[in-house]
Antibody, heavy 124, light 106 residues
Framework: VQLLESGGGLEQPGGSLIISCAASGFTFSSFAMNWVRQAPGKGLEWVAGISGGGGNTYYADSVKGRFTISRDNSESTLYLQMSSLGAEDTAVYYC??????????????????WGQGTLVAVSS | AIRMTQSPSSLSASTGDRVTITCRASQGISSYLAWYQQKPGKAPKLLIYAASTLQSGVPSRFSGSGSGTDFTLTISCLQSEDFATYYCQQYYSFPTFGQGTTVEIK
């Protein structure tokens, strides 16, 4: 399993950015995928998740309405579209493959594979 | 959201020591608890899931226990490569993490 994030960089407050995660080594469409972030010197924060088929998406309250998670199963690629960025969004963003499953409106996700991360910095 | 509280926030230990880290959930989470190790500049690595099940390839000196609200991660004989930050994570509902425990060299 390999997860390779890209697309991070410096963005101005209020701006938008799309980051990507290219997956290989497993049947991508069979697994939900997630984004987890880590602000500099801080702990881990789950950001968003998406079902294997892409039909169900889930967000942390801190990003709901500003971030959109999506996937292209034909390209084995996960995306995170970020808008209305603020300083509080500055973080390393990891894509992560969950080990668990979803049932109804709840998902039981821990993460057995992580990418190396991509840094998103929001500053004027 | 379920809040996860780890203690201590940091500790100093020597190679060969037995180290215990605790994690408390703000509500019962059954055994939906994972532990991760993270080294500087690297992604987290899954050590334990379902509170006590060792992830494949993880050394047996790592062990986990607990259920409900109180959990522990134990490293039975600390090795040089174990100096790192450890996080607990609940997955009873959408994931939340503890604030981390840094294990430093004494």
């Amino acid at each position: 399993v390999q997860l390779l994030e890209s697309g991070g960089g410096l963005e101005q407050p209020g701006g938008s950015l799309i980051i990507s995660c290219a997956a290989s080594g497993f049947t991508f469409s069979s697994f939900a995928m997630n984004w987890v972030r880590q602000a500099p010197g801080k702990g881990l924060e789950w950001v968003a998740g998406i079902s294997g088929g892409g039909g169900n998406t889930y967000y942390a309250d801190s990003v709901k309405g500003r971030f959109t998670i999506s996937r292209d199963n034909s390209e084995s690629t996960l995306y995170l579209q970020m808008s209305s960025l603020g300083a509080e969004d500055t973080a390393v963003y990891y894509c992560a493959k969950p080990r668990g499953y979803c049932s109804g409106s709840n998902c039981y996700w821990d993460f057995d594979y992580w990418g190396q991360g991509t840094l998103v910095a929001v500053s004027s | 959201a379920i809040r996860m509280t780890q203690s201590p926030s940091s500790l100093s230990a020597s190679t060969g020591d037995r180290v215990t880290i605790t994690c408390r959930a703000s509500q019962g989470i059954s055994s939906y608890l994972a532990w991760y190790q993270q080294k500087p500049g690297k992604a987290p690595k899954l050590l334990i899931y379902a509170a006590s099940t060792l992830q494949s390839g993880v050394p047996s000196r790592f062990s986990g226990s607990g259920s409900g609200t109180d959990f522990t991660l134990t490293i039975s004989c600390l090795q040089s490569e174990d100096f790192a930050t450890y996080y607990c994570q609940q997955y009873y509902s959408f994931p939340t993490f503890g604030q981390g425990t840094t294990v430093e060299i004494k």
